[in-house]
């Protein structure tokens, strides 16, 4: 189990980074994503029993109440506000790029495509 976490974590990682080396506005924010979906995996696997196995979520009668027989809850209660944030965010990025695509007519990060470029003396 913890070497399919290592891959996954390690293929979004790439794959993010390699879009936000990308030009385009849209490519950017995706690769931000991907980042974003790694780092809320890395956080929730970084918890001491996040991929514990027959931990129990919720107090029980007649089980201890302490940590060595009860899942974590402050990596899921992490990660799930910074998927809540996360998704806010993507969001108004696409908000700002479909405005920025509408005053510059081009996706591009710098506000000009490589034509553009290309045509300047």
Do not use: C
């Not at 506005?25 to 696997?45: D, K, P, R």
């Not at 107090?59 to 027989?69: F, S, T």
């Not at 920025?100 to 996706?107: E, I, W």
């Amino acid at each position: 189990m913890e070497i399919v976490l290592v891959i996954a974590i390690g293929v979004l990682t790439g794959s993010g980074v390699w879009l936000l080396l990308r030009p385009r506005t849209f490519q950017v924010i995706m690769g931000l994503s991907l980042l974003s979906y790694a780092v809320n995996l890395f956080i929730f696997s970084m918890g001491r029993l996040g991929l514990a196995i027959d931990k129990e979520p919720v107090l029980r009668a007649g089980v201890p109440q302490d940590l060595a027989h009860y899942a974590d809850p402050m990596p899921q209660a992490l990660v799930l506000t910074a998927i809540v944030i996360g998704f806010a965010m993507t969001a108004l990025f696409l908000v700002v790029l479909l405005a920025s695509r509408g005053m510059s007519g081009t996706d591009h990060v710098d506000g000009s495509s490589a034509r553009d470029l290309q045509e300047m003396p």
